[in-house]
């Protein structure tokens, strides 16, 4: 069996695009190689390195239940099973702003897929948000994003992860509710925003990988996303 990897993950770069709550990132010079040269008297080799000043949340990301739920688990706690996995994607790109993804949007494009959803799964919504408007001003304005009763429906298929090619979950900027994150706290699971090339994984099962930094009592993490798909 031969597999293909497919990248799912944003850039990380200063001006990069970043949901307006959460910090801008900064990337700063550490050090040349000829600065280093210099420290360390070497007249061969110098190392060179970066500062980062970068949110939790930054690109793509996964979000800890402890963001939006005081006591909630934080992302260094939280099983890694949620982070890698058998997963879908489901195909939602009809649905655009105002409306939210709801279930019967949901039952259809899984009916369409010809998948299933099994408990332990990750589900990523295509909404092709990212492919629309990733590079300009509306990336961060008017996509939509799930109601409260169809993330439901995906957590209590069992699902433990759910996935968008756009900044957030919830239908921004109209739900003051946060619906899709009000489901992730009720139900204990994880979230995975900004991601991309979605259209390549269409009614396909996967294995896909999204590992959080290890970082202690984080509110989440930037990932390197990735699925395994089956080359035709």
């Known amino acids: 069996m031969t597999l293909k990897l497919i990248d799912l993950s944003q850039e990380i770069y200063e001006g990069m695009s970043i949901f307006p709550m959460h910090q ?4 700063m010079t550490n050090m040349s190689h000829e600065e280093n040269m210099k420290m360390t008297g070497s ?3 110098g190392f060179s390195a970066r500062n980062l000043l ?3 949340h930054c690109g793509t990301h996964s979000d800890g239940v ?4 005081p006591g909630g688990l934080t992302i260094d706690k939280m099983p890694l099973e949620y982070f890698w996995g058998s997963a879908i994607c489901l195909d939602v790109s009809h649905v655009r702003y105002p409306k939210y993804i709801e279930p019967e949007d949901l039952e259809d494009a899984l009916r369409r897929s010809g ?6 799964d990750i589900v990523l919504l295509y909404t092709g948000h990212h492919d629309r408007a990733f590079g300009t001003d509306k990336f961060q304005t008017e996509y939509t994003g799930l109601s409260y009763e169809a993330g439901k429906w995906l957590a209590e298929q069992g699902v433990v992860n759910i996935g968008v090619d756009a900044p ?5 900027p109209d739900d003051i ?3 899709g994150h009000m489901v992730c706290r009720d139900y204990n699971i994880t979230n995975t925003e900004n991601l991309c090339n979605l259209d390549k994984l269409v009614n396909k099962r996967f294995l896909y990988i999204g590992l959080p930094l290890k970082i202690r009592d984080g509110s989440g993490s930037p990932i390197r996303a990735v699925a395994l798909v089956e080359e035709d």
């Open 24 to 27: 801008k990132t900064f990337i």
């Open 43 to 45: 007249p061969t080799l």
């Open 115 to 120: 998948q299933e959803i099994r408990k332990g």
């Open 168 to 172: 957030a979950i919830d239908l921004t």
């Open 54 to 56: 970068i949110s939790e």
């Open 177 to 179: 509710n946060f619906s």
């Open 66 to 69: 402890s963001e939006f739920k």
